[in-house]
């Protein structure tokens, strides 16, 4: 049967018609889009256009015409709208699953990463870390609290993965004179025998308190040379000014609001502190010998005293009482005195480095001498330092000095070199007390209260008091300044006769069994360097072994000018003897002889018995000229000296008229006090300011000796 084929008939091939939207090709219906867009764009132009001054109706009247466009579309074409919402929801629909895709790969990813991450922190956790690289940094002694901190905050800072890279040793300088020798022999303290003892570990960077300290050293491995070490410098640190500090009630009596805090010169200093009625007995200024910093200052001091001898001018620049190797021993003995609730002295001013007075006012610990003080508390308040500035006064810059050491020369010790470097120009030591190298108190940042910028000491003294902007002033060569203080000190001709005998071997401040001097009291014996004053008596290794670290410290701080010899004593070692291990004849104190000396008393040992005072005495090998004779013992002789009173006739009889310049110190190392009946006789029997005794105590031996030595000058 033949059916009749109507128009709504499928076509043979089965397919439908194609819609009328589908049957305009892409072009057409691209044409189209753009024309509806053109043409509302246009609308919605010249409406917004009417309605321009309206920001709300602008947006009324937009949306407004959209709706009515899309609600004409919609009537006039359901088809293609029909079409674009479906392809829109399959579009949608599609990138919904892609993005839910992703995100779970990303996810899986995070784990696998956070997975391994986990793994190499635990392996590494579990593997120890490796011997971090030493560096060895040498400044001067004040300087030692601000580079240890920052040394600390670089060592912190370059961990990586909880292992420290490097350790940062930062250890005191000798003073320029022992530098020089150190350099030129290779940190070595001789430069013959078997036994040659080095100074210490080789530093990789040298901080010299100024330019010209480093001048002064020998410079052998300088601009490419083939010596040992080489050096090389790079930019300041940062600086510090000398300054004149004055306490508290010294302080109110000389402060005026009137006056400029930058004197223009320090006699000008000098004598605004005279016209307000303070009168100085001194200046407590370092040892120049063992501080750069002290021996800067030096020549300004003289010249600050018009009309003043060379030796009045040093005399008033080393009050005896308060003579210390560095700045940072004499400010620690400040606290010390404080601590014992002593009044500060009113009639001195103290010569230090701007950077240190603010250590101390701060209650910093200072270097390796005191730990930090309680500076809110009433005691550091009336111990207060407060600084006065003045033209003229040096000013210490502290240059960055690599020194590079034949054989330890490698790529990895010169790269963290480089490395601290790098890392103090990025955190500078303004940060820690020092002005910048313009010679300004750089601004601290907001909110940062754990360093000590010199806004804390503007806060303590007052911001007048500190002036913002300090002239640099460079520092005198130091051969200069040494020629200087050669010229105004007196010589001294020094002959070291030492005790050697068996009871030099036993423990320092012990008492050999059945002594006659184990009765005196150690606690109330001098101390090193005054001649009454108390302290505690020397304990730790042997008597001989005090003795001869003393001993060492004076020769080190011996001028050129100045002479020593070294003799020894004992019933089985004859002082009179040139052959005597440990006799050394008196000559200038030269490097060689001073060489000589420190060779002979690193190699000295006990021997023998007690030899009686007399004997000893009688074979120094003395001068006619001004002498000083150093007795140093233990005092335990009681035993080979029965006649003490026949022994003092004899000091004050025919020794005195022999030697009629002579003036006898005698070094305990303990147990015997200077209270004890031989050694009194002993001191006595020459007369007033010809004799007098000292006991070693347990303060450094450096100290102890320059006290010693400023009372022989």
Same mark, same amino acid.
């Given at each position: 049967m033949v059916t009749e084929e109507t128009d709504n008939a499928p076509p043979p091939d089965g397919r439908s018609p194609a819609a009328p939207d589908e049957r305009r090709s892409p072009l057409r219906r691209l044409t189209e889009v753009m024309a509806f867009e053109l043409a509302s764009s246009v609308l919605v132009g010249l409406l917004v256009t009417v309605f321009h001054g309206y920001f709300w109706l602008n947006t009324v009247v937009t949306l407004v015409v959209l709706a009515g466009f899309s609600v004409f579309l919609w009537r006039s074409r359901p088809d293609l709208v029909h079409n674009v919402l479906a392809r829109a929801t399959t579009t949608l629909a599609w990138m919904a699953r892609a993005l839910a895709c992703l995100l779970l790969g990303a996810a899986a990813m995070v784990l696998v990463l956070l997975a391994v991450l986990g793994v190499r922190a635990l392996r590494d956790a579990a593997q120890p870390c490796g011997q971090p690289l030493e560096l060895r940094v040498m400044s001067a002694p004040e300087m030692l609290t601000p580079l240890r901190a920052a040394a600390a905050e670089f060592v912190a800072d370059r961990r990586d993965a909880g292992c420290r890279r490097y350790t940062v040793t930062v250890v005191p300088e000798p003073g320029p004179v022992s530098l020089y020798d150190a350099f030129s022999r290779l940190w070595r303290r001789n430069d013959t025998g078997e036994d040659q003892q080095l100074l210490g570990p080789q530093p990789d960077v040298w901080i010299p308190a100024s330019g010209t300290e480093l001048d002064f050293v020998p410079h052998g491995g300088q601009a490419g040379g083939n010596g040992d070490p080489r050096f090389r410098q790079y930019r300041s640190l940062g600086t510090s000014p000398m300054v004149l500090a004055l306490f508290p009630k010294t302080d109110a009596a000389v402060a005026s609001p009137y006056s400029a805090p930058l004197k223009s010169s320090p006699g000008a200093l000098l004598k605004q502190i005279a016209q307000s009625g303070v009168k100085l007995r001194g200046i407590a200024r370092p040892v120049p010998d063992t501080s750069a910093a002290a021996l800067a200052v030096t020549p300004a001091l003289y010249d600050a005293q018009e009309g003043a001898s060379p030796s009045a001018a040093e005399k008033f620049a080393s009050p005896p009482d308060l003579v210390a190797p560095d700045a940072v021993t004499l400010l620690c003995r400040f606290r010390a005195q404080a601590a014992q609730g002593l009044a500060p002295p009113s009639d001195i001013a103290v010569a230090v480095p701007e950077q240190v007075l603010a250590d101390y006012d701060a209650g910093r610990a200072l270097g390796d001498r005191c730990g930090p003080a309680d500076a809110s508390s009433d005691l550091s308040a009336g111990w207060r330092l407060h600084p006065y500035y003045a033209v003229g006064l040096p000013t210490?810059?502290?240059?960055?000095?690599?020194?590079?050491?034949?054989?330890?020369?490698?790529?990895?010790?010169?790269? +963290?070199?480089?490395?601290?470097?790098?890392?103090?120009?990025? &955190?500078?030591?303004?940060?820690?007390?020092?002005?910048?190298?313009?010679?300004?108190?750089?601004?601290?940042?907001?909110?940062?209260?754990? &360093?000590?910028?010199?806004?804390?000491?503007?806060?303590?003294?007052?911001?007048?008091?500190?002036?913002?902007?300090?002239?640099?002033?460079?520092?005198?060569?130091?051969?200069? =300044?040494?020629?200087?203080? =050669?010229?105004?000190?007196?010589?001294?001709? #020094?002959?070291?006769?030492?005790?050697?005998?068996?009871?030099?071997?036993?423990? +320092?401040?012990?008492?050999?069994? #059945?002594?006659?001097?184990?009765? #005196?009291?150690?606690?109330?014996?001098?101390? +090193?360097?005054?001649?009454?004053?108390?302290?505690?008596?020397?304990?730790?290794?042997?008597?001989?072994?005090?003795?001869?670290? $003393?001993?060492?410290? $004076?020769?080190?701080?011996?001028?050129?000018?100045?002479?020593?010899?070294?003799?020894? $004593?004992?019933? =089985?070692?004859?002082?009179?003897?040139? #052959?005597?291990?440990? %006799?050394?004849?008196?000559?200038?104190?030269?490097?060689?002889?001073?060489?000589?000396?420190? %060779?002979?008393?690193?190699?000295?040992?006990?021997?023998?018995?007690?030899?009686? $005072?007399?004997? =000893?005495?009688?074979?120094a090998n003395l001068s006619s000229g001004r002498q000083d004779l150093l007795l140093v013992t233990d005092g335990e002789s009681a035993g080979s000296n029965p006649d003490a009173s026949g022994l003092a006739s004899w000091l004050s009889g025919p020794f005195r008229a022999a030697n009629p310049n002579l003036r006898l110190t005698v070094v305990l190392t303990g147990p015997a006090g200077c209270g004890t009946a031989h050694i009194a006789q002993l001191t006595s029997a020459l007369g007033p300011g010809r004799g007098r005794c000292v006991s070693l105590t347990n303060a450094p031996e450096q100290e102890q000796a320059a006290q010693l030595l400023s009372g022989l000058r």
């Open positions: 210490m810059n502290y240059p960055f000095v690599q020194l590079t050491w034949r054989g330890q020369d490698t790529r990895a010790r010169d790269d +963290a070199i480089g490395d601290l470097r790098s890392w103090l120009a990025a &955190h500078p030591l303004s940060e820690q007390g020092l002005r910048d190298d313009r010679g300004e108190i750089p601004a601290p940042p907001e909110g940062d209260s754990e &360093h000590f910028y010199l806004s804390r000491l503007q806060g303590m003294v007052g911001e007048r008091a500190v002036p913002p902007l300090v002239q640099l002033n460079g520092t005198p060569p130091v051969q200069a =300044a040494l020629d200087r203080l =050669a010229a105004a000190r007196p010589k001294v001709s #020094a002959t070291l006769l030492l005790d050697v005998s068996g009871s030099m071997d036993q423990a +320092a401040g012990s008492a050999t069994p #059945a002594s006659p001097a184990a009765s #005196a009291s150690p606690a109330t014996t001098p101390t +090193a360097g005054s001649a009454g004053g108390g302290g505690p008596a020397a304990s730790g290794g042997t008597r001989l072994n005090r003795a001869v670290t $003393f001993l060492q410290s $004076f020769v080190d701080q011996l001028q050129g000018s100045d002479r020593v010899g070294l003799q020894v $004593f004992s019933s =089985a070692a004859d002082p009179r003897n040139p #052959a005597t291990f440990g %006799n050394v004849p008196p000559r200038d104190a030269q490097s060689d002889q001073k060489d000589q000396v420190g %060779n002979q008393l690193q190699a000295v040992t006990t021997v023998g018995g007690d030899l009686p $005072f007399r004997s =000893a005495l009688a074979a």
